[in-house]
Nanobody, 123 residues
Framework: QVQLVESGGGLVQAGGSLRLSCAAS????????MAWFRQAPGKEREFVAA????????DYALSVKGRFAISRDNARNTVYLQMNSLEPEDTAVYYC????????????????WGQGTQVTVSS
């Protein structure tokens, strides 16, 4: 079982940047596919980005492609989400998840979640 702890959220003005971190612990955590999802009030949890265990394959939601970048440091068992050119529409709680293999963009395909970190973008 993998445990996940997110950090790095906060309040930022539109156009600004934030970097989220997700520290994973547990057996074989460095080999898992890691992903970020987000959930705004009253909305369903939505896919943001994913990265395979090797770090060589990444996926992005269309809404963040070109603005966000996911990366990982397997020596530290940590995944990062660099968020640039933030927009008020990016305001949400951001969650990290892990799974042995990539399971697509539907949040119900993932069972292990961190506690979430709030990102608020002011206009």
């Amino acid at each position: 079982q993998v445990q996940l702890v997110e950090s790095g959220g906060g309040l930022v003005q539109a156009g600004g940047s934030l970097r989220l971190s997700c520290a994973a612990s547990g057996r074989n955590a460095s080999t898992y596919t890691m992903a970020w999802f987000r959930q705004a009030p009253g909305k369903e949890r939505e896919f943001v980005a994913a990265i395979r265990g090797s770090g060589s394959i990444t996926d992005y939601a269309l809404s963040v492609k070109g603005r966000f970048a996911i990366s990982r440091d397997n020596a530290r068992n940590t995944v990062y989400l660099q968020m640039n050119s933030l927009e008020p529409e990016d305001t949400a709680v951001y969650y990290c998840t892990a799974r042995m293999f990539y399971a697509g963009t539907w949040y119900r395909n993932y069972n292990t979640w961190g506690q979430g970190t709030q990102v608020t973008v002011s206009s």
